[in-house]
């Protein structure tokens, strides 16, 4: 069953009501981003804690400390978020040592639920309750499956995040940004281009003496070429620039086998030019929007135009097979791996 991603709008909708929530999905989308823009909008303070294997509850909880001759205790930020009803994010919140997961099981309490007063016992003798505006946002980059099923319980509302925050893509420079709404998975592509890549290659390129195309070799390595022609294309497209591939014109590349499988069946279809070129061509984007790659963005009319004649359409794939046009397909082929 296909997963259901909601807009940012919701999402930040839904953390500015709600005691708790988890984010969960690919990192750099801006999962913190909305947090703190859930903690401004409702005039909050917030404390931000990143967890790791290593994290001490006590980081969390708080600690003596030592002034002058005597040991004082310091309310951590966990505990401080839950008297003073701040917002309380907790980054990585998969990677939480086991007793910060003791301490967090207490912490996240509903007290609603509970039917009881809810409270937390602290090393100092104090007994504390939670502020009624208490509300924690956990973020992480795996699967909600991940935690403990303890802790997954006491996040009923667990949201899924693909989309790159719009604050975040905003930030970017305006060349970067068509690009950067692609986001790419760790596990499915070698040096994902994602916002903070992006974000570097921004910065390093305007450096002296170092320029587009050795920023781009350091911050995507191999991937550099075709990120590269990736922002070429996609500025020349918006410009109206796209050369066109024309009958007669240089021979593309032999397809796959994905690609002439995929090509027979659009040959048979009505209504298409048959020669191997524009059939072909049309199997690569086939592809590329198939997988996810598809470069067709939506205009400010809502409609999908063709890169090449400029037809707008009412859906991407008919966009996507109007009109052969070498460079997408070949772009697009290199993201998947297949030229």
Not at 20 to 28: N, S
Not at 85 to 92: F, H, K, N, S, Y
Not at 108 to 125: E, M, T, Y
Not at 322 to 333: H, K, M, P, S, Y
């Amino acid at each position: 069953m296909a997963t259901q991603i909601l807009p940012w709008n919701i999402i930040e909708a839904v953390e500015r009501g709600a005691p708790r929530v988890l984010l969960y999905g690919p990192p750099g989308t801006g999962k913190t981003t909305s947090a703190y823009n859930a903690a401004s909008t409702l005039g909050k303070s917030l404390y931000n804690v990143t967890l790791s294997d290593e994290t001490p509850a006590a980081e969390l909880r708080g600690h003596f400390v030592p002034m002058g001759t005597e040991w004082r205790w310091m309310h951590g930020p966990a505990v401080r978020a839950y008297l003073e009803g701040a917002v309380l994010v907790l980054d990585e919140i998969d990677k939480a040592s086991q007793d910060c997961l003791d301490f967090l099981h207490g912490l996240l309490n509903d007290k609603k639920l509970a039917g009881r007063p809810v409270q937390i016992s602290l090393p100092n003798g104090e007994t504390i309750s939670p502020h009624d505006d208490f509300q924690v946002i956990a973020t992480m980059n795996g699967e909600i499956e991940d935690l403990p099923p303890a802790l997954q319980d006491r996040f009923a509302i667990a949201i899924e995040v693909r989309n790159p925050h719009p604050d975040a893509i905003a930030a970017l420079p305006k060349d970067l940004q068509s690009a950067a709404k692609k986001v790419e998975d760790y596990e499915q592509a070698q040096r994902p281009a994602t916002l903070r890549r992006w974000g570097a290659f921004a910065l390093l390129r305007e450096l002296p003496d170092v320029g587009a195309e050795n920023a781009a070799k350091a911050i995507f390595a191999h991937r550099a070429g075709e990120l590269l022609d990736a922002i070429k294309f996609k500025a020349e497209a918006k410009e109206g620039g796209v050369a066109v591939k024309v009958k007669g014109g240089t021979k593309a590349k032999p397809a796959t086998a994905v690609m002439t499988k995929k090509a027979a069946l659009i040959r048979g279809e009505d209504g298409f030019c048959e020669c191997d070129d524009c059939v072909e061509g049309r199997a690569w984007d086939a592809y590329g929007h198939h997988t996810g790659l598809s470069i067709i963005e939506q205009n400010g009319s809502g409609y999908y135009p063709c890169p090449s004649c400029g037809t707008e359409h009412d859906e991407v794939v008919p966009a996507l097979l109007c009109c052969f046009v070498e460079d997408r397909w070949l772009i697009e082929g290199r993201k998947v791996g297949l030229v």
